[in-house]
């Protein structure tokens, strides 16, 4: 159950990263995240 969920939560993660890339939304730092 606990490496589900810790796939589930990467998962959404790596989602997240993307969809907020995708927008352009202005980085805190300034700089690119790979």
Not at 4 to 13: D, E, G, N, Q
């Amino acid at each position: 159950m606990g490496e589900l969920v810790i796939k589930t939560i990467f998962h959404l993660f790596e989602c997240f990263r993307s969809f907020i890339c995708r927008q352009g939304f202005p980085k805190e730092n300034g700089s690119s995240v790979n």
